[in-house]
């Protein structure tokens, strides 16, 4: 297992007591035991599902935004046909 740098140390596992290795998911520091899985501090779980909710809302609105460009396209073309079968 490997130990970040800096002043943190590497943090023992709940379960077995090995130490824990240090992965960064979604901007927020977890510890990782290869046996028994991934450890959360306080306010880490509510700081990636925040992460999570705004990326979730800037895809929705790029597709949203991509509709809207698609259906004017269309729109228009299907509106200028519509023209010639009067």
Do not use: N, Y
Not at 24 to 29: C, P, Y
Not at 62 to 84: E, N, Q, T
């Amino acid at each position: 297992m490997s130990e970040t740098s800096g002043s943190e140390s590497v943090r023992p596992c709940p379960v077995c007591r090995q130490g824990m290795e240090h992965e960064r998911e979604h901007g927020v520091e977890i510890d990782v035991c290869e046996e028994h899985g991934v450890w959360l501090d306080a306010g880490e779980l509510e700081a990636i599902v925040l992460k999570l909710k705004a990326r979730a809302g800037r895809q929705r609105r790029r597709a949203v935004d991509s509709a809207r460009r698609r259906g004017k396209v269309s729109g228009a073309f299907w509106g200028w046909w519509s023209l010639l079968g009067e």
